[in-house]
């Protein structure tokens, strides 16, 4: 049988046909020329032995951003780096202080093993702020950023400080921070899979009209919370582990909504979800367990479960993933697949 096509769907005309074969053409000169373009630099930390060091130290880190054009990757050698000088950005009424200051830029910043911004020593800082720019950050750890004055107008103390910029995470760890561990202000995207953010205060910090997706991520063992949402902010994050925070798992103020699939929310308190003024969080194929408390809403905040929302032990491993006798076994979300096409269960992957 011939399949007939509407007159707009139909082979392209000869004219239209040239046109695509001059944009390949060009294409494929100009490809080679954008890849040439686009350059490694290489810190390595102020003791390392590398051959291939281009800048050292912590303060070489921020000579390599400078240096950079848009397209480049930063390549962190294996390493302690503290911070010996900072940037300050102006927002609102703070001013964010960073060790590593991206802005205006489209970068790769990609560590090796055993690559540490580290902030227990130094100047204090917010180890990473992203300003208006595109970056993104894989395989890093960063640890232990701290602040000179807790309430002051300079925001030190903080892992990952985002405003108005688009953020891929992938690989990083983010632990014992005194302020946030990941923020996301004003027109801010943050996609962020394979995460971990430990031992801090709050995990992650979401403001205005930033939009967080986090994928197969711990949050674990902050003494605020996993996820806190205002303003018109909004939060997806599937296949995720909340465990043991302080000041409720997942919270929402204002109009700020969340998405919650294929989650574990474990021993947080004094909620696991608590919802205030017209926000809205959804919550489905998830577990709730040992909570000291599970949901709270107030005034019009709601809090909507979806199907196979458990309360009760999830039976998962040391690495968050569901055992055979887990009563959430084949409760994954049916929307969640993985590369073969298959549902994915609860849990960390």
């Not at 950005?89 to 970068?107: A, D, M, S």
């Not at 993104?136 to 309430?151: Q, Y």
Request: proline letters at 3%.
């Amino acid at each position: 049988m011939t399949t007939r096509y509407p007159q707009a769907m139909r082979a392209p005309s000869r004219l239209l046909r040239s046109s695509l074969r001059a944009i390949s053409v060009l294409a494929a000169l100009l490809g080679p020329v954008v890849a040439a373009q686009a350059a490694t630099h290489v810190v390595c930390a102020e003791d390392g032995k590398q051959s291939d060091c281009q800048f050292r130290g912590g303060s070489g880190i921020q000579q390599a951003v400078d240096a950079a054009a848009d397209g480049d990757t930063i390549q962190l050698r294996a390493g302690r780096y503290t911070a010996s000088a900072f940037k300050d950005v102006p927002y609102k009424i703070h001013t964010i202080r960073g060790f590593v200051l991206i802005e205006g830029k489209n970068l790769t910043l990609l560590g090796e093993p055993g690559a540490i911004l580290d902030g227990a020593t130094g100047t204090p800082t917010t180890a990473i702020v992203v300003h208006r720019a595109q970056v993104n950050i894989e395989e890093l750890a960063i640890d232990g950023f701290r602040f000179a004055e807790e309430e002051d107008e300079i925001y030190e103390g903080h892992g990952i400080f985002a405003i108005d910029s688009r953020v891929q995470l992938s690989n990083v760890t983010i632990s014992r921070f005194q302020k946030m561990g990941l923020t996301g202000r004003g027109d801010t995207i943050i996609d962020a899979r394979n995460v971990r953010i430990l031992d801090g205060h709050v995990a992650i910090w979401l403001h205005e009209s930033a939009y967080l997706r986090l994928t197969n991520s711990l949050v674990r063992g902050n003494d605020g919370s996993a996820i806190a949402a205002y303003d018109r902010s909004v939060a997806h994050a599937t296949n995720c582990v909340f465990d043991g925070n302080l000041d409720d798992g997942l919270y929402t103020e204002h109009e700020a909504a969340m998405y919650v699939t294929n989650s574990l929310l474990l021993r947080n308190k004094p909620y696991a979800v608590r919802a205030l003024d017209r926000s809205r969080i959804w919550l489905a194929h998830s577990a709730l367990f040992g909570n000291q408390a599970n949901t709270k809403t107030k005034k019009r905040a709601l809090i909507q479960r979806g199907p196979n929302v458990i309360e009760m032990d999830p039976r998962v491993d040391g690495q968050y993933r569901l055992q055979p006798d887990s009563p959430l076994i084949d409760r994954g979300d049916p929307d969640v697949r993985g590369n073969a096409g298959e549902t994915v269960q609860a849990g960390l992957r």
